[in-house]
């Protein structure tokens, strides 16, 4: 099945991941409101710190959805789809801990 109509793994959790995100895009433009008004640099440092939070705890909620899904799914489909997925999921490991 291509990729684009496999049910991902945290579609159960949709709403939530879209919530949080709203909530972190709002926070964003708090951020650049801060930028124009002027706002204390440590302050808008402390906002940015959350926002990275924020955006950590949802990369980490999706890592566990691919892991329990994606990669469980490839492992019981196959040693070459596990491998994949288990590359998949080291390569964003990889990016996360770089950003």
Same mark, same amino acid.
């Given at each position: 099945?291509?990729?684009? @109509?496999? %049910?991902?793994?945290?579609?159960? &959790?949709?709403?939530?991941?879209? +919530?949080?995100?709203?909530? !972190? @895009?709002? %926070?964003?433009?708090?951020?650049? &409101?801060?930028?124009?008004?002027? +706002?204390?640099?440590?302050? !808008?440092?402390? %906002?940015?710190?959350?926002?990275?939070?924020?955006?950590?705890?949802?990369?980490?909620?999706?890592?566990?959805?691919?892991?329990?899904?994606?990669?469980?799914?490839?492992?019981?489909?196959?040693?070459?789809?596990?491998?994949?997925?288990?590359?998949?999921?080291?390569?964003?490991?990889?990016?996360?801990?770089?950003?």
């Amino acid at each position: 099945m291509p990729d684009d @109509e496999h %049910q991902h793994g945290y579609i159960h &959790r949709k709403d939530d991941y879209l +919530k949080r995100l709203r909530r !972190i @895009e709002g %926070q964003a433009r708090g951020l650049q &409101r801060m930028v124009e008004e002027e +706002k204390y640099c440590i302050d !808008i440092l402390t %906002q940015v710190s959350a926002v990275t939070k924020a955006l950590q705890a949802v990369s980490i909620g999706l890592l566990e959805e691919h892991m329990q899904h994606c990669v469980v799914d490839a492992a019981r489909a196959g040693e070459a789809e596990a491998r994949e997925k288990v590359a998949e999921a080291v390569d964003a490991i990889a990016r996360l801990v770089r950003s």
